[in-house]
Every structure is written in C-alpha cells, then in structure tokens.
C-alpha cells in the first residue's frame, strides 16, 4: 500500500506543480489570449457537456481507436515480414524509408481527394501517420532475435505461426510496444489536425470553431479535454503493456535485485 501511495504521489506531483504555476502566472492576467487557469476552470463545465462529449469526443476517440487499431495490425504484420527476411527488407528499405519521411499532414489533401472529407480520410490520416514507428520497431524487434533461440526452435521443429507465436513476437514484444507508445501521441496529434479540415465535429473542429469565434477560454477548455485525453490514453496503454509484457518486467525486476 505503501509502495502504491508513494507511486501515486510521484506520478502527481508534476502535473500539480504545473498547475500551481500555471495559476500563479495567469492570475491578474488581462491578455485576451491568456485567460487566467480559474476562469478556464470556470468555463469548463460549462462547454463540455453530455452532450459535447457524446457529439465532440466520442467521435473523436471512434477515429483515433480505428486509425490506430489499423496502423498496429499493418504495422507489426508488415514489420514481421520485413524483418524476417533480408531479401524483402532489402528490397522494402529504400521504399519505407522514402514513405516514412513524408509528413502525414501534407498527404491530408491527396487523401481527401481518394476518400473524401468524411471519417473514412480521418481514420487514414491517422493510421497513415502512426504505422511507421509501429512498423520501424517491429522490424528492428524481429532482427534483433537471438540467432541461437531461432536454431533452437528450428532444431526442435518449431517453425511456421508457431515460431510466431511463441519466440519472435514475444522476443520483439517491448520494441513493438516501444513503436505503439511513440504512435499512440502522434496519433492523437493526427486526430486533431484531421479534424481540423472539413470536418462538423470533432475535438480539433470544436477548438477551431472557439478560435474562429475568439472564444479563448472555451478554446483552453479544449486543449484541456486533449491534455485529459492523452492522460488517459497513456494509463492504458501501461496498463495494457504490463499485462502482455508482464515477463518482460518480471525479468527486469530479478535482475535488478540481483547482486
């Protein structure tokens, strides 16, 4: 209990002291675009309500979820492939490492033109962005599995979805979920500019329209539920990561404490 009372206070102790900062700089402020933290706070009820939240942010989460879900499925299958044979990652190098230094936002107009403005372009802005470093990680996590650990299993006829599933995927499991995490905040990042081109609703479309309307406070509010957002997010994911990975901790944590 102790141990989980001290991890909490670690965790806060940060963001409590940001907001302490943040308050104490903005308050007195009369800049129109830095309203003071109390009166955003004041405001925020007021602008995320029921209904804003079922009309704004659940359709957001839906795309971020489906965008992401399928740049993971693409990225660690394409990834697996490529990393395990070097025919195909010599051939796929020269490709990948062009498409990858492309921003996402800049193919947002090209995208638009193939799957026009509605979720469908969303979702692909999204898992367009997020698959590189799922994929990147995913082919470097397969490389890098021990050689002798693949003869063992070929010596002892473990080969096929089998192999798969029980050496090289397990084996590439904290680099693959190293590329999850660096794509979970840039797919939010890509939620909210997608969002922003063509859209009716929306996180990002909701924090335009406050701007457009120069509805500052309103605007901060927004940034908040994003800031909320990706907190969230983040829990998750760990939470997540340290069930599949729990071996991988487990190890960690013995080797820690051992002499």
Known sequence: MKRLLRRLVLVLALPALLVVVWWLASDGSTDVFWPPLRTILRTFPDVWTADRLRDDVLPSIWRLVAGYALAAVVGVAAGTVIGSYRRVRAVCEPVLEFLRAVPPPVLIPVIMLFAGIGDTMKVTVIASGCVWPILLNTVEGVRAVDPVMLETARSYGITGPSRLRNLVLPSAGPQIFAGLRQALSLGIILMVISEMFAA?????????????????????????????????LSVVFQLVERRVLAWYHGLRASARRSP
């Open 200 to 232: 009716s609703n929306g996180i990002g479309f909701t924090i335009v329209q406050f701007q457009r309307s120069f509805a500052v406070p309103d605007m901060w509010t927004g940034i908040l539920v994003l800031g909320l957002l990706g907190f969230v």
